[in-house]
């Protein structure tokens, strides 16, 4: 590292509880994550959450570029009922841990009811989906392992670039960053 990527991390450090890390070189995050951080309940790793068009607003805890790839942590807030489509990963599992309200989770052919304290895991290459139900806010601790590019795809929806796309450039997109859709999401079928 250069002595003045040191110095600006060291300061950076010293002023952590005050400041966002938005727009911080992905060295400068990398070595501060090596010493540690605080993601405060209700906050964004770097002040600024990724709101999706199905309604979720995702709090990233853990970002890609923390762990070079290696893992990526957000919370997902949902207020409206239903997920995401059927999908899976080529290389990434993912685990739901439920923080309140009350989720539908499909993992292969089987789907699980998990409620607050519930983890749930689904293996890469396995179809899997979830789903808020009920009345309320809902929250949940999601986690990809690797990370793979799945954070990079949800600051593109984000954006709003995958609204104007075909259903085919849209799964095409998906299939850029790890992933494929091959089905109607969980919220669209009766709990087995």
């Given amino acids: 590292m250069k002595r003045n990527s040191f110095f600006k991390a060291i300061g950076l450090l010293v002023t952590m509880p005050f400041i966002s890390l ?5 060295e400068i995050i990398q070595l501060i994550a090596k010493m540690g951080f605080l993601v405060r309940a209700g906050r964004d790793r770097f002040e ?3 709101t999706l068009f199905e309604g979720d607003t995702f709090y990233t ?6 762990t070079n790839g290696d893992l990526y942590v957000f919370e997902s807030t949902r207020i409206k009922n239903g ?12 685990i739901w841990y439920i923080l ?11 789907t699980y009811e998990a409620k607050a304290g519930d983890t749930v895991f689904g293996p890469r ?3 899997h989906s979830f789903a808020k139900r009920g009345d309320g806010q809902a929250r949940v601790m999601i986690t990809f392992q ?12 984000s954006q709003g670039k995958l ?10 997109v998906r299939k850029e960053h790890g992933f494929e859709a091959v089905g109607a999401g969980v919220g669209y079928m009766k709990k087995l």
Avoid: N
């Fill in 163 to 172: 609204k104007e796309l075909s259903p085919e450039q849209q799964q095409a």
């Fill in 83 to 94: 997920g995401p489509s059927l999908h899976f990963h080529y290389d990434q599992d993912e």
């Fill in 100 to 110: 309140e309200g009350e989720f539908l989770i499909k993992v292969g052919d089987i």
């Fill in 125 to 127: 290459k396995i179809p």
């Fill in 22 to 26: 938005k727009g911080f070189s992905a």
């Fill in 146 to 157: 690797p990370a793979g590019k799945m954070e990079e795809f949800f600051i593109k929806v």
């Fill in 48 to 50: 600024k959450p990724i």
């Fill in 61 to 66: 805890k853990v970002s890609t570029k923390d």
